[in-house]
């Protein structure tokens, strides 16, 4: 069964830049050391040979952040957050304001301020120092002075039933909920779009959220997945309990494999591709490292009881 996400992992071209942004904005602390061999659970993923370095985890409450510096990875570029892809993740705390100033003096570009879209949240999007995109948000019912956490990853597709019948099938869990949103300048404001008209979907794991949008306006057009070897979010990591039995799922399901299980240092890895190609990686951790499992994490069900409190108050 596929537990949570147990990372997103990054692209990056500035190893050293990327880890002081994230531990001065987000308080995300580098782990000294991990087991999960990138060299072998990617080598030659990417359309070229280029030898891949050691990666880097950073630990937030309720998942990591794993870092892979590619010798002459393309320079980042600005993408807008309506193109196809794994677009943003998004880190919330209770301390918006404060968390905030963090990643402006960590120098974060904003989009906008915080806005509210009556959600009770307020929300900005801000580029970390490689353009990638950190959705902020301000969550006032989340535990006071505690540090941030992830709150989801984000895909923007060009076809969102198809994607979120993939991850509805993928994770076993249903659509927890959608929506439509258009003809609202606040839109407009946080994405730094205009005329937004966007559709969402969300499901929910045992720790992230797995968010997806499909723009309307302006729109989501098809195009290939960003190269493994151009800085920016390159795969989602799904943690698993018994990765032959959700391999063997995932092929009855016909989705075709693009990597078979392989053994690294630590645990199993399975790379396959969802509907629209984005990299997704099963990981099965062994038992001797259970300490980096999600479940070992400080607050691992941040996001869903965050999530029973909103149905509660509802
Ligand atoms: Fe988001």
Redesign the pocket.
Known sequence: MIRGVHHVGLTVANLPKMVSFYRQAAQFSPLPQHPFAVETRFSRIGEENRPIEKSLMLQAPNGYLELIPLDGAAEPSRLDVNQAGLR?I?VQSAEGPAVYQNFSDAGAQFHSEFVSLGTGYLYAYARDPEQNVV?LEGAPKGPNEAPPWLA?V?IVTHDIDRLSDFYSGLLGRRVHNRGHFHSNDRFDKVTALKNVDVKAAWIHTENLII?MWQYINPPTEEQPVSLFSTAGINHISFEVDDIAADKLALQQSGYELCRDETICNGGKSVLGRDVDGNLIELLEIDQSYSGLSINALDDVSIIPRLAGVEAGAA
């Open positions: 943003h998004c959705e989801h984000a968010e």
